[in-house]
């Protein structure tokens, strides 16, 4: 394959492969440091992390594999990784072995020795291995293989300039005298097999020797690489099934089974010679720790406990650091404010109003960074340490009876499952299961979680309409969601999904590991950098066009001469109340007063965003500095004359600022956007939403939080007397008619809303298709409509109020999810013994 | 020699030597026979070492009942019920 002639390699390609839990990342990361990127494989969704190295002035290209236990053709992953061996053909192939039980890692080993690629192995954890009194003879070992074996402790660093001392070396030896797996009787067929295919197109292309070994197994791909190469019916495929056909029948023995019990009879006697146990004792921590926590009894306890955990200390705790962090935020908008052209008297320049209008969808994301860092790194905890694994086996049972999968649990944890996620690493963490229903079941559901923008909103109603039930009304939301992702993928799974493939739950539980600050830091800083991510492309872009919907085409003309008549009363009433003052020449012209208004606005801004009576000193220093003949309108003190300007400056801001929002309003409900929810008002008034309910759903597909922001603008009546929003809306909806009732119809149809268009995305990403993505913003749409209009116009034929209805419509969810839940695992119970006798039979004809 | 089956005295039905790994109790070491899967999930099931005439432990069911734990050579393994009953097994 890579006997090339040349002389030493100064540019190398290096693919790291093995096992899942082997320690490939720690390795991968140990040999390249932090210069590493990743991308998805061409064509699939598998991540595909690379990263370079200089080492004795040779580059070396690393690329990771996927994990992988053989390289066989049954799942995604064991393709690419075979793809990318066969396609790429790499110098040097790293095959990293989890010491700490080496014989299943030797099964890879001797496929990848098949493929006839120089090997260099990497024996990792070889400090668990010692622990567990398991001792391996590295010289040994090297022997037995041919092959260069580096120890090495991944997360220690141990072992990082052997291994590349051995790539190196690897990478430049000429002749390859490795193990080979040799297959008893078999082998004068394999041999001969081989040698007719040296004679095709596929000499050079492929080790001749592996695909002679996979076409008489019957590897699928195999198959289809000779198909492609010599067409259908080539003498090579006709031969192998001969040599298949003709062995079955003289062993009365399945060809596959035959050659994995010759690699299986070659492992095992490798480990004999190489490996001693001292210690025959089993109780390892690892064994300690599961006794406890995968205790009958206590297992719930702990699952419960961390999750309370978690919520305690990134959500609760999240919330606390953010107190810090928006003043920062706070900072840059009005610093970006600055550079913009400035405000005018009633209306802002277009470019004004846009940027700010960008600046504050985006601060109301970044907002969440720190409860998402806080987040990502406990979860990334949960995983490193082999707990998650653990939460996959104690809760399997539950999800696969909706349909999904034990490992839908860390998708449905990041998306939020207990108030506060995101759903875009959500359904990213769904790449690792394996079957392929349960992965698009939990793709289409993991954003019905409640994710961190929901919560707002749902604060605001509750507070407004359910202020005595606060805390049951937060417990049914945050509950109902689960109960509603299981049904949805019940349903799902049992229609559309159903023919989807599926692959067995055989999931191996890793062993306890501290994690490392490094590997954690790293993935929490990923996971929140594709948050950011979001933020700054998608949310940006929307906004702005839901911006331009909200904006054109405008105010009327005579709406807005009303306007302007009213501004230049107050104006005059402005000049009047100064006349008398010594500043009163100052302001003869209406753009000084614009200036001085404006000025005032920024203070009144940035005293907003200062904490603590020092910074606002220092505030104070600064504009006296900035702007010393305006300063004395801002504070006064003792001067008298300016103290009079001061006052009616002030009536001046807040009647300005009352117009621009009795303008903001008449705006909206004018723009295309209020045309729209205007339209949809017969047909939502089955489910209870107003025109304004309808214009924040539609804004909130953005990105969620603009739904508070687009009702606060909605809501805008008492906002000069400084009532909270809470207050506005309760008042309002007090005179619309705005039940409770309404207001649960509106909360349960954004809890089923489609996900943002950031998470609808990343589905286009994860399933790759544009169909999977429409479907999951109609249907959920359609859903939340439907369960919506049950219940506000249900519940209005009924009699009941809110909290009834909220009462009636969860006990009858949580009903139905038990109904559905026990009757499938009574369905579903597999049957004890079957009638073995009979299948043999089956089997042979 | 498949399917011989011993009858024990020990009052109910049929106990045999070998049946699935489904109906092994917490704690007990069985030898795997043979596997009645196919395809994929054979596959699967080799790569994490349940492989004919290993010996492997089942640890303990989730605490739901499925899926079970088991242990193969030195690491552990859960699989569900409906994977387990593919799996022959002989018991001590």
């Not at chain 1, 079957?435 to 698009?440: L, P």
């Not at chain 1, 109020?801 to 038990?818: A, E, P």
């Not at chain 1, 004890?832 to 089956?842: C, I």
Request: aromatic share 10%; proline share 4%.
């Amino acid at each position: 394959m890579n006997s090339s002639n040349e002389a030493r390699k100064d540019n190398l390609l290096v693919g790291l492969a093995g096992q899942q839990n082997a320690g490939k990342s720690t390795t991968f990361n140990m040999l390249t440091g932090a210069n590493q990127h990743i991308v998805n494989y061409p064509g699939v969704t598998v991540d595909k992390k690379t990263g370079f190295y200089r080492y004795k002035d040779v580059r070396v290209e690393t690329v990771d594999l996927p994990g992988t236990y053989s390289l066989t053709s049954f799942s995604l992953e064991e393709r690419v990784a075979r793809d990318f061996l066969l396609t790429e053909q790499p110098d040097v192939v790293v095959n990293v072995l989890d010491s700490s039980s080496l014989k299943r890692s030797l099964y890879f080993t001797l496929q990848v020795l098949e493929m006839d690629f120089p090997i260099a192995v990497a024996l990792n954890m070889m400090d668990v291995a010692k622990r567990n009194g398991t001792h391996v003879d590295v010289e040994r070992l090297s022997h037995r293989l041919g092959v260069d074996v580096i120890p090495t402790v991944g997360r220690k660093g141990k072992g990082k300039n052997e291994l590349r001392d051995a790539i190196i070396a690897t990478a430049n030896r000429k002749e390859h005298n490795v193990l080979r797996v040799t297959y008893e009787e078999l082998e004068p067929e394999v041999a001969a097999l081989e040698e007719s295919m040296g004679k095709t197109t596929l000499s050079g292309k492929y080790p001749l020797r592996w695909m002679a070994v996979k076409l008489i197994e019957g590897d699928s791909e195999a198959r289809r690489i000779v198909r492609e190469e010599l067409g259908e019916n080539s003498a090579a495929q006709t031969k192998a099934n001969e040599i298949r056909d003709k062995f079955e029948e003289d062993h009365y023995m399945d060809v596959a089974d035959f050659m994995l019990g010759c690699r299986d009879r070659l492992a095992t006697d490798i480990v004999e010679s190489c490996v001693t146990e001292d210690k025959e004792g089993r109780d390892t921590i690892t064994d300690m720790i599961d006794n406890i926590v995968l205790n009958r009894f206590a297992a719930p306890f702990f699952l419960v406990a961390t999750v309370f955990v978690i919520y305690q200390l990134a959500i609760v705790q999240g919330y606390e650091l953010t107190n810090y962090w928006w003043p920062y935020l706070a900072k840059v908008r009005s610093f970006i404010a600055d550079l913009l052209p400035a405000a005018g008297l009633l209306e802002d320049p277009y470019v004004r109003s846009m940027g700010l209008w960008m600046v504050d969808s985006a601060n109301g994301l970044l907002n969440y960074i720190p409860i998402f860092v806080i987040l990502f790194s406990l979860i990334a905890i949960l995983e490193d340490s082999g707990y998650m694994a653990r939460i996959a086996f104690i809760l399997d049972k539950l999800f696969h009876s909706f349909g999904l999968h034990g490992q839908s649990t860390l998708p449905y944890i990041l998306g939020g499952v207990f108030a506060g996620g995101c759903a875009v690493p959500g359904v990213m963490a769904t790449k690792g299961i394996p079957d392929e229903r349960s992965r698009m079941a939990t793709i289409l559901t993991v954003p019905y979680m409640n994710c961190l923008a929901k919560i707002p909103f749902y604060t605001l109603l509750i507070n407004v309409f359910f202020v005595e039930y606060k805390s049951w009304a937060m417990l049914f939301l945050s509950t109902f969601t689960i109960f509603a992702a299981l049904l949805i993928s019940k349903l799902l799974t049992s229609t559309v999904l159903k023919t989807m493939e599926t692959a067995p739950f055989v999931m191996e539980l890793p062993k306890y590991h501290p994690p490392t600050i490094f590997g954690v830091g790293q993935r929490a800083v990923e996971r929140t950098w594709q948050y950011i991510k979001k933020v700054g492309s998608i949310v940006v872009a929307v906004s702005v066009c839901v911006f331009t919907l909200l904006q054109f085409p405008g105010l009327p003309a005579e709406k807005m001469a009303e306007f302007e008549g009213r501004m230049d009363q107050a104006l005059v009433t402005f000049q009047t109340k100064i006349k008398k003052s010594s500043y009163a020449g100052e302001f003869q012209d209406v753009q000084s007063v614009v200036n001085l208004l404006n000025l005032y606005h920024d203070y009144k801004n940035d005293k907003m965003s200062t904490r603590g009576k020092e910074a606002s000193l220092a505030l104070n220093e600064k504009y006296k500095a900035e702007y010393p003949g305006m300063y004395m309108f801002l504070k006064p003190g003792a001067d008298k004359d300016a103290k009079v300007v001061n006052r009616a400056l002030r009536k001046l801001s807040s009647s300005r600022k009352s117009l621009r929002r009795e303008m903001k309003e008449v705006r909206i409900s004018n723009s295309f956007l209020g045309m729209v929810g205007r339209s949809l008002e017969p047909v939502t008034q089955w489910a209870g939403f107003n025109w304004k309910i309808n214009v924040a759903i539609m804004s909130s597909f953005a990105a969620r939080e603009s739904s508070v922001a687009t009702i606060g603008v909605l809501y805008q009546q008492g906002a000069d007397e400084n009532k909270s929003l809470e207050e506005r809306v309760g008042s309002e909806s007090g005179e619309g008619g705005f039940t409770p009732l309404h207001a649960l119809a509106v909360m349960i149809f954004f809890a089923l809303y489609p996900p943002c268009l950031a998470t609808t995305i990343m589905i286009k990403v994860q399933t790759g298709s544009y169909k999977w993505m429409t479907f999951s913003i109609l249907f959920p749409t359609a859903l939340g409509f439907l369960v919506a209009s049950v219940i506000y116009t249900g519940g209005s034929a009924a009699g009941l109020n809110g909290i009834q209805m909220m009462g009636v419509f969860y006990s009858f969810v949580v009903l139905l999810t038990i109904v559905l839940g026990l009757f499938d695992n009574w369905r579903k119970d597999p049957v004890p013994l079957p009638d073995f006798s009979q299948q043999a039979t089956k089997e042979r004809s | 020699m498949p399917g011989r089956r011993d009858r024990h005295g020990h009052g109910h039905g049929k106990v045999c030597k070998c049946c699935t790994l489904m109906e092994v109790s917490s704690g007990k070491k069985v030898k795997i026979r043979c596997h009645h899967a196919k395809g994929a999930v054979r596959q699967r099931l080799l790569d994490l070492g349940f492989v004919p005439q290993t010996d492997i432990e089942v640890i303990r069911r989730a605490p739901l009942g499925d899926p079970i734990e088991c242990r193969v050579a030195n690491y552990k393994v859960a699989l569900r019920k409906s994977e387990a009953c593919l799996i022959e097994v002989e018991q001590y």
